[in-house]
T-cell receptor
């Protein structure tokens, strides 16, 4: 079955540091890939998405590229801010599954001054 | 903006009680979902519904049931709450058309069963 594997957290960075959160997936067919973010005390919200191989999703300075050859969708940001402190979830969805998504376990990011 | 609301942010119930968690969305979405979120386990799908009165089991349906009598409302029911159901419960909705299946989430209900 489908699965998503994320790097374990927490990830602790100083402000303005470079961020990478690794995500790899196992799925049949050609899934769409997503990054969701959960700020403290809130529900998840979509950060970015990519629907086919080699697509790059981007939003709020975050980027991720759909790499089919390595089955990966790593999240990157060039310069993190304290306000980026949150839990980040990688997810995949497949056609014909009634919009169901398979989520990774989440990676907590803490950014300090 | 899409809005998904959940009836309570925090709930404390006793073992054996019947618990209702309510979710309402205002964007006329066909699909609605209930997840539970636990540390180290991420989000796990309990049930989802793709239309009024239609439902399908997710990955961990045991001990739960759902009801969808109106398109905008999706209820999660714990028939007899147990301590291992203490968790954060998240509701989400999405439309069927438009590709990429973005899900919109509510703020969550933190349920404690004592």
């Amino acid at each position: 079955g489908d699965s998503v594997t994320q790097m374990e957290g927490p990830v602790t960075l100083s402000e303005e540091a470079f961020l990478t959160i690794n995500c790899t997936y196992t799925a049949t067919g050609y899934p769409s890939l997503f990054w969701y973010v959960q700020y403290p005390g809130e529900g998840l919200q979509l950060l970015l998405k990519a629907t086919k191989a080699d697509d790059k999703g981007s939003n709020k300075g975050f980027e991720a590229t759909y790499r089919k050859e390595t089955t990966s969708f790593h999240l990157e940001k060039g310069s993190v801010q304290v306000s980026d402190s949150a839990v980040y979830f990688c997810a995949l969805g497949r056609t014909g599954t009634a919009s169901k998504l398979t989520f990774g376990t989440g990676t907590r990011l803490q950014v300090t001054l | 903006d899409v809005k998904v609301t959940q009836s309570s942010r925090y709930l404390v119930k006793r073992t054996g009680e019947k618990v209702f968690l309510e979710c309402v969305q205002d964007m006329d979405h066909e699909n609605m979902f209930w997840y539970r979120q636990d540390p180290g386990l991420g989000l796990r799908l309990i049930y989802f519904s793709y239309d009024v009165k239609m439902k399908e089991k997710g990955d961990i349906p045991e001990g739960y049931s759902v009801s969808r009598e109106k398109k905008e409302r999706f209820s999660l029911i714990l028939e007899s709450a147990s301590t291992n159901q203490t968790s954060m419960y998240l509701c989400a909705s999405s439309e069927t058309s438009g590709g990429a299946w973005e899900q919109y989430f509510g703020p969550g209900t933190r349920l404690t069963v004592t």
